[in-house]
């Protein structure tokens, strides 16, 4: 399998992937969406009862929101996850208590009147986990209104819930190949291309860039005076386009490089089952 890298920034990833079949590239995409983990808010106490600043001023805890809406939204936000610093809390040396392996607590402490955003959850502690993001709009607090919570941030997979999901966009297509339809479709001298109309020749092109929808060989059609050659595309199914996206909250080549760890690790897993079904045989 070969993997070459066309783009790559901190939330997206592009590659083109050659010598697999769609059944592993899927698993790719698969693991990507399901299994790559990322931290996020799972639980939120809220301060109940009137709230009083430096100058004595007193504030109700109540907001327009209900309670449970506020904590949806505050889960929502994308928490900064370097994955080979966090645990699962449920595989964490504490013993699912509650540390920085596999916690982080945040507190929000706002009165109103004012916008309460997700930039106004201060970690306790390192303030690397500070959230990127910080003009994503949790509730709007109103004169005597006030807001004081702690949330607790743990690890978790898109499979339990969309919240711990850090890859949004993800997806693969085939890639494109040209070839004349009047030939054999495997064309021995493979010459993918696009026709150049002037020089009436195949020219290689920004070939990645074909879609599968046919325009182009409507295209190609129109170009070519005479009735023959004729056209046509495909997808190859031993060669893909990939690229996907994070909400930012993991690094993109991190969860690329997660997923194709875990991947592995399931394939080697699996291998170990099928010689221990021949030893049981024998
Ligand atoms: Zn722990």
């Known amino acids: 399998m070969i993997l070459t890298v ?15 079949s769609p059944d592993v590239v899927n698993a790719i995409r698969r693991t990507l969406i399901s299994e790559v983990p990322k931290m996020a808010i799972d639980e939120v106490e809220f301060h109940m009862g009137p709230i009083r600043d430096e100058q004595g001023n007193e504030y109700d805890s109540s907001s327009a929101l209900f309670d449970e809406i506020i904590a949806h939204r505050m889960a929502l936000v994308p928490i900064p996850t370097v994955l080979k610093d966090f645990t699962f809390r449920d595989q964490c040396e504490c013993e699912g208590s509650g540390c920085p392996h596999c916690t982080i607590i945040y507190v929000m402490n ?12 201060q970690p306790l502690g390192d303030v690397t986990l500070r959230v990127k993001e910080e ?13 004081l919570v702690y949330a607790t941030a743990i690890l978790g997979t898109g499979k339990d819930h969309a919240k711990w999901q850090p890859v949004t966009v993800c997806g693969y297509k085939y890639f494109p190949k040209l070839y004349l339809s009047s030939m054999n479709h ?59 996206e994070t909400d930012g909250s993991v690094k993109a ?3 690329l490089e997660y997923a194709l760890t875990l991947l592995a690790g399931k ?5 170990d089952q099928i010689s221990g079904l021949d030893k049981k045989k024998s």
Do not use: M
Request: aromatic share 10%; with cysteine; glycine share 6%.
């Open 6 to 20: 066309r783009e790559l920034t901190d939330r997206r990833c592009s590659f083109v992937v050659e010598g697999t």
């Open 253 to 255: 080549k991190d969860a």
């Open 135 to 147: 003009l994503i709009p949790i509730v709007k607090l109103k004169e005597k209104q006030a807001l």
């Open 186 to 244: 495997k064309d021995p001298e493979n010459r993918y291309g696009i026709w150049d109309a002037e020089d009436k020749k195949f020219i290689v092109e920004n070939l990645d860039h074909v879609d599968l929808c046919h325009k182009c060989v409507q295209t190609l059609e129109a170009n070519n005076a005479g009735p023959e050659p004729k056209f046509d595309v495909a997808g190859r199914d031993d060669k893909f386009i990939f690229s996907f």
């Open 110 to 121: 706002k009165k109103g009147p004012c916008t309460v955003f997700s930039g106004d959850l």
């Open 267 to 271: 394939y080697d897993e699996f291998r």
